[in-house]
């Protein structure tokens, strides 16, 4: 059973729009989250994080909601730019596991100009 | 500073050979991760050391998958008689264990193709 989903595998944005990727969990026992960003024969990039005590973290054009009554979370990128165009990865973690991540599939993201 | 590396990044192997793939994780970090990317899929967890300790291991899919980290810095994962469902992009992770941050690095992989 997959206990993180990105449910669309791929999105299509204009250059200066907002895009929003979109991530669901199923364990409650996750308290920290993370997006990480893929580029082709690269490893996967840390972008941003969230603790299960926020709702919401900023770091310049990247935002992450955290619903957890939905457990539900989300990537904004406000403005998408050409250069964002990659595979965008959620993460979940638990506390006592020794920290492992579970990932959903990926949305591949692309930022037309 | 240098980050993950990973070598080699790309082997090819016949059905039934043995694999070793080398992590070289970034100096100073305590916790360094293996996992497991098939194509079109996120990275699978497969099995976690701190330091030379291998704490968890519960992700490796088979008793043909060995990971050893002996002086608690390099890992080698090493898979025995490989298969083609052995066929995946392998990742690495390092993290230093920050109280409160809780974000891997990761390598650029070491893609494994089993004919």
């Known amino acids: 059973d997959q206990q993180v989903k990105q449910n669309s595998p791929s999105l299509s944005v204009q250059e200066g729009r907002i895009s929003i990727l979109n991530c669901d969990y199923t364990?409650?026992?996750?308290?920290?989250f993370l997006w990480y960003k893929k580029y082709p024969a690269e490893g996967p990039t840390f972008l941003i994080s969230?603790?299960?005590?926020?709702d919401k973290n900023e770091d310049g054009r990247f935002t992450v909601f955290l619903n957890k009554s939905a457990k539900h979370l989300s990537l904004h990128i406000v403005p998408s730019q050409p250069g964002d165009s990659a595979v965008y990865f959620c993460a979940a973690s638990q506390k006592d596991t020794g920290n492992m991540l579970t990932f959903g599939g990926g949305t591949r993201l692309m930022v037309k100009p | 500073g240098a980050g993950v590396s990973q070598s080699p990044r790309y082997k090819v192997a016949k059905r039934g050979q043995d694999v070793a793939l080398r992590c070289d994780p970034i100096s100073g970090h305590v916790s360094l991760f293996w996992y497991q990317q098939a194509l079109g899929q996120g990275p699978e967890f497969l099995t976690y050391?701190?330091?030379?300790?291998?704490?968890?291991k519960s992700g490796l899919p088979s008793d043909r998958f060995f990971a050893e980290r002996p002086e608690g810095s390099v890992s080698t994962l090493k898979i025995q008689r490989t298969q083609q469902e052995d066929s995946a992009v392998y990742l690495c992770?390092?993290?230093?264990?920050?109280?409160?941050?809780?974000?891997?690095?990761f390598g650029p992989g070491t893609r494994l193709t089993v004919t």
């Open positions: 992770a390092s993290s230093p264990m920050l109280k409160g941050l809780r974000q891997q690095y």
């Open positions: 050391f701190q330091n030379e300790a291998q704490l968890d």
């Open positions: 969230i603790s299960s005590i926020k």
């Open positions: 364990n409650s026992m996750f308290d920290y």
